[in-house]
């Protein structure tokens, strides 16, 4: 099985622009996370998909948002970057709920995202 | 808001030293708590632990969660130098759709 994939894997963009990112799950897997990671910060939650509807959001401003097609893939975009946008972006994949009653959850390998 | 702490910060061992990494949690309602493994990449899974006192083992690793005392511990025995790395903890809210992670704990294997 393909693991989850992310487009581009490194980005570099000015303040003041936008920037979309894209995640494939794995197949199968309806449900898309995405997570923003900086130094200071750690590992935050952005928001997830699941079935093209967000299900839950994080504590981000408006100027980041996402969506989720019918064949599961996800784009995050960020309008009118600033530089405290520059992170790694990532995105993760989760299945159904198994039979042992949780879920397996798997990350892609990030989209870089540098601020100028 | 849900809180994770991770202790230590970071951590310097020799290769064979055996090493044990703290996360303590202040949430009343979880699905699960979840251990990764993150090297210059995407955080790669370790553990996933729902019941309170039951060890999960994988080879040199082992964790367990204490939900009465809101905390967990991961061991790693015979450390190697492929082991140094940033750990995180994270806890699943009960809908299993968001993840809240402690800060992480630098392990840095010396040979």
């Known amino acids: 099985k393909a693991g989850v994939t992310q487009t581009p894997r490194y980005l570099i963009k000015t303040r003041g622009q936008q920037v979309t990112l894209s995640c494939s799950p794995i197949?199968?897997?309806?449900?898309v996370s995405w997570y923003q990671q900086t130094p200071g910060q750690g590992l935050q939650f952005l928001f997830e998909y699941f079935s093209e509807t967000q299900r839950n959001k994080g504590n981000f401003p408006g100027r980041f948002s996402g969506r989720q097609f019918s064949n599961s893939r996800s784009e995050m975009n960020v309008s009118t970057l600033e530089l405290g946008d520059s992170a790694l972006y990532l995105c993760?994949?989760?299945?159904?709920?198994?039979?042992?009653?949780?879920?397996?959850?798997?990350f892609g390998p990030g989209t870089r995202l540098t601020v100028t | 808001e849900d809180k994770v702490v991770q202790s230590p910060l970071s951590l310097v061992v020799h290769e064979g030293d055996t090493v044990t990494l703290n996360c303590s949690y202040e949430v009343t309602n979880f699905r699960s708590l979840l251990w990764y493994k993150q090297e210059k990449k995407a955080p790669t899974f370790l553990f996933m632990l729902t019941s309170s006192g039951i060890e999960k083992k994988s080879g040199r690793l082992s964790s367990i969660l204490d939900k009465k005392e809101l905390f967990s511990i991961l061991n790693i025995t015979a450390t190697q130098t492929g082991d140094s790395a940033v750990y995180l903890c994270?806890?699943?809210?009960?809908?299993?759709?968001?993840?809240?992670f402690g800060g992480g704990t630098r392990l840095m294997v010396k040979p």
């Open positions: 994270a806890l699943y809210n009960n809908a299993g759709n968001m993840l809240t």
């Open positions: 993760a994949s989760r299945s159904a709920l198994t039979t042992s009653g949780y879920y397996e959850q798997y």
């Open positions: 197949s199968g897997h309806r449900s």
